[in-house]
């Protein structure tokens, strides 16, 4: 109704302007709401953004797991000697994407990383993927 009264529009943009940044201003609490505390603390995994959990059953000996992402991969060089590293490949930063033959490996230009100290055995990465903090409990494993 007012609208009329203003000449060129002007102080329309700036009411539209004031009545964006109020809504968002409402938005970011209500989002910053839904992320918090949303998760119940008993599976853990999957809940992007925590500490990364993986069932120690499900890494094989020899093997690993891959968890996309939180991205970690979790190895077990040994039967019961768990490892963990990123899962952010040193050449040029793809996401590693299998764990076979005692390697870790990058599907974009091939590189391979040794399960047992993340140390690159073949391809273009010359640097080996950083090693993360694994501790075990109740068959559970957390990387940090
Ligand atoms: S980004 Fe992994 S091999 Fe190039």
Redo the contacts with the bound molecule.
Sequence with gaps: MTDTDTPHGTSLDRRTMLRGAAVSGVALPLLAACGGGGETSSGGQGSGGGPATVAAADVPVGGGKILTDQEVVVTQPKKGDYKAFTAI?T????TVTKVEGGQIV?P????HFSIEDGAPTS???RQALAAKTVSVKGGQISVS
Excluded: M, V
């Design positions: 490949c050449h040029q930063g793809c990058c974009c230009h091939g590189s391809g273009p990465a």
